[in-house]
T-cell receptor
Framework: AQKITQTQPGMFVQEKEAVTLDCTYD???????LFWYKQPSSGEMIFLIY??????QNATEGRYSLNFQKARKSANLVISASQLGDSAMYFC????????????FGKGTMLLVSP | GAVVSQHPSWVICKSGTSVKIECRSL??????MFWYRQFPKQSLMLMAT?????????EQGVEKDKFLINHASLTLSTLTVTSAHPEDSSFYIC?????????????FGPGTRLTVL
């Protein structure tokens, strides 16, 4: 079974600063994928970034980067230069080696960006 | 990126009635779609996996006769909440698998907020 743990229920950051959202995972699958999604108050889940378990380099997408430490089983999301529009719920999720990309989600971290 | 739509975005119904929610992949074909349920301030809970042309696979604890899923085409899956009751009030989100940088990625619809009176 897979498990995602997000230990930060809420985070505060000031505009233009960087913030790290923590995510640790547990799986027995040799191959897996790690995802981060953003859910603003509107409810839509927005895909942010993906990291494969065999990827040698950390994933980056614009202001988002994933700090992947395989030995520690962590996949923290780093948001650089925070913007007010980054205020939202953030979910870490993972897939295993099953064929249908079923996602296991963490409980989420609420990020609030202040001016 | 891949776009997934849901309709309606919100619905209020009386107890005992049935409600149908549609999930469409707008610019890609999706053989597999997923239905989730989310309670306030909680994470997403997978209800079922919907496969085009075959029966849906339900997660443990989800009533098949209560939540009817039909995936009749490669771009449309529907979830029907039958004989809805107030405890069925929730936020229902669907997703469809598309490709992002060569990786199967779930793209989510905007969700449907169901309130049963």
């Amino acid at each position: 079974a897979q498990k995602i743990t997000q230990t930060q229920p809420g985070m505060f950051v000031q505009e233009k600063e960087a913030v790290t959202l923590d995510c640790t995972y547990d799986t027995s699958d040799p191959s897996y994928g790690l995802f981060w999604y953003k859910q603003p108050s509107s409810g839509e889940m927005i895909f942010l970034i993906y990291q494969g378990s065999y990827d040698q380099q950390n994933a980056t997408e614009g202001r988002y980067s994933l700090n992947f430490q395989k030995a520690r089983k962590s996949a923290n999301l780093v948001i650089s230069a925070s913007q007010l529009g980054d205020s939202a719920m953030y979910f870490c999720a993972m897939t295993g080696s099953s064929g249908y990309s079923t996602l296991t989600f963490g409980k989420g971290t609420m990020l609030l960006v202040s001016p | 990126g891949a776009v997934v739509s849901q309709h309606p975005s919100w619905v209020i119904c009386k107890s005992g009635t049935s409600v149908k929610i549609e999930c469409r992949s707008l610019d890609f074909q999706a053989t597999t779609m997923f239905w989730y349920r989310q309670f306030p301030k909680q994470s997403l809970m997978l209800m079922a996996t919907s496969n085009e042309g075959s029966k849906a696979t339900y997660e443990q604890g989800v009533e098949k006769d209560k939540f009817l899923i039909n995936h009749a085409s490669l771009t449309l899956s529907t979830l029907t909440v039958t004989s809805a009751h107030p405890e069925d009030s929730s936020f229902y989100i669907c997703s469809a698998i598309g490709l992002a940088a060569g990786v199967d990625t779930q793209y989510f619809g905007p969700g449907t907020r169901l309130t049963v009176l």
